[in-house]
């Protein structure tokens, strides 16, 4: 009998919660409606336009009675001439910011979490994150104040300091834009990027420091021993959210700093610039789409494999 009384007991506890549960997080459920919303009509809701990727568009006919085409549009990326450079410098490109961005953002991170004066902590941090609010627009512009031919600072005050007279003709010559491209892109993501690393920062316990410098530990060894340690799950998240992208290319980037100059195709022209120059040719708007489609499921996939290969290595560690 008492068992039993127990058994009903517990019942009668487990019921109580599921009839109070929506009760309960109403006030959360009700917040997440916004978001939720958002996500459906921003993320979700497109997803039907997929559907153009496999047909000829003819706006006569609309999307839906527009001929089917199969994989014919995809024949674009594929068997174009071109599609090795722009393949490679997706990639290279994309490998590089990932894995240089990485280690300069920690970095960042790290010296701005040595600022004790919160003054200037806050004084750094705001000059550092002002150049992802630039346009790449502006930031074209001011590249090109740098670059330009006739009145370039570099070329009319730089150069001359070191005897250079002759101006470089930087929009035609292709050797400089890997640099040029990787220092403006850094010089703009950097500072932000960095901001996930300094709040990682700033929640490690002191006394993890305490101990170390008791222990006679140099500050670079506190760093090594101490700090990337507990920073290696947000900076392995972090890099597998950008390997989904390495298929994707900053398009303000590649397009508007190099001024979309023909002569420095070959270092500049990435998936996203050369399906934007075809559309603009064409307008074809089913080959864009199949190439979207195409950067999507290779993004999907990688993620899917370094998270693999991640939780082979540790599973507290992957995503999911």
Excluded at 3 to 21: M, S
Excluded at 115 to 135: D, E, M, V, W
Excluded at 157 to 167: A, H, K, N, S
Aim: proline share 3%; net charge neutral.
């Amino acid at each position: 009998m008492a068992q039993a009384a127990a058994t009903d007991a517990q019942q009668a506890v487990g019921k109580e919660p599921r009839t109070n549960r929506y009760r309960k997080y109403a006030p959360l459920l009700i917040m997440m409606i916004p978001g939720l919303l958002y996500l459906l009509i921003n993320n979700y809701l497109p997803m039907l336009g997929l559907i153009i990727a496999f047909k000829d568009v003819n706006f006569s006919k609309g999307i839906l009675d527009s001929d089917w085409v199969g994989f014919a549009n995809f024949e674009y990326l594929f068997k174009t001439s071109d599609a090795y450079i722009i393949t490679r410098n997706t990639i290279l490109y994309n490998l590089v910011f990932i894995l240089l961005g990485t280690v300069l953002s920690l970095a960042c991170a790290i010296l701005l979490n040595e600022i004790k004066n919160r003054t200037l902590l806050k004084a750094y941090q705001s000059i550092i994150t002002l150049p992802h609010l630039i346009s790449m627009v502006i930031v074209s512009y001011l590249v090109f104040a740098l670059l330009s031919p006739e009145t370039g600072f570099l070329n009319k005050t730089v150069l001359p300091w070191f005897g250079i007279d002759e101006g470089i003709m930087w929009y035609s010559e292709t050797k400089y834009w890997p640099w040029i491209l990787t220092i403006v892109n850094f010089w703009k993501t950097v500072g932000y990027s960095s901001i996930v690393y300094f709040a990682a920062l700033l929640g490690i316990d002191e006394e993890y420091y305490e101990a170390a410098r008791l222990d006679g530990a140099s500050r670079l060894q506190q760093i090594l021993r101490i700090t990337i340690p507990i920073l290696t799950p947000v900076i392995i998240m972090l890099t597998l959210l950008n390997v989904g992208r390495i298929f994707y290319s900053d398009f303000g980037l590649f397009y508007q700093v190099p001024l979309n100059s023909g002569a420095l195709f070959e270092t500049t022209a990435t998936i996203d610039t050369y399906v934007f120059r075809g559309l603009m040719g064409t307008s074809d708007i089913g080959m864009s789409t199949a190439a979207g489609f195409y950067q999507s499921i290779v993004g999907f996939i990688l993620v899917m494999l370094a998270n693999y290969i991640v939780r082979l290595k540790n599973k507290d560690n992957a995503l999911f």
